[in-house]
Nanobody, 124 residues
């Protein structure tokens, strides 16, 4: 089973940028669809973006469209989430998830492998 480790979170001012990375091990990531989820305190985990095994299959949550970009580099066994124009409402723990089978981008339970998460805090 693939193991995932996120990095790149931190504290940033509103309007700033962060780039999250998801490093995979134990399996080759090119066999997996990748999703990024986030969870704010007291809220449900929500899908932010996903990318299929084919990079032509990409989905974004409407609130992040035009600001976030998901990508993958199978040669590095990694996936990324570039986050620009960050807003305080983007604050939360961000998780990388992977799944070999079919996914529903917004449904956390459709992903079988998860990282431990990285905290993103956007100050106003």
């Amino acid at each position: 089973q693939v193991r995932l480790v996120e990095s790149g979170g931190g504290l940033v001012q509103s309007g700033g940028s962060l780039r999250l990375s998801c490093q995979a091990s134990g399996a080759t990531l090119d066999a997996y669809a990748i999703g990024w989820f986030r969870q704010a305190p007291g809220k449900e985990r929500e899908g932010v973006a996903s990318i299929g095994r084919s990079t032509t299959s990409i989905w974004y949550r409407s609130s992040v469209k035009g600001r976030f970009t998901i990508s993958r580099d199978n040669t590095k066994n990694s996936a990324y989430l570039q986050m620009n124009s960050l807003k305080p409402e983007d604050t939360g723990v961000y998780y990388c998830a992977a799944e070999r089978g079919l996914i529903s981008p917004e449904v956390a339970s459709s992903f079988g492998s998860w990282g431990q998460g990285t905290q993103v805090t956007v100050s106003s």
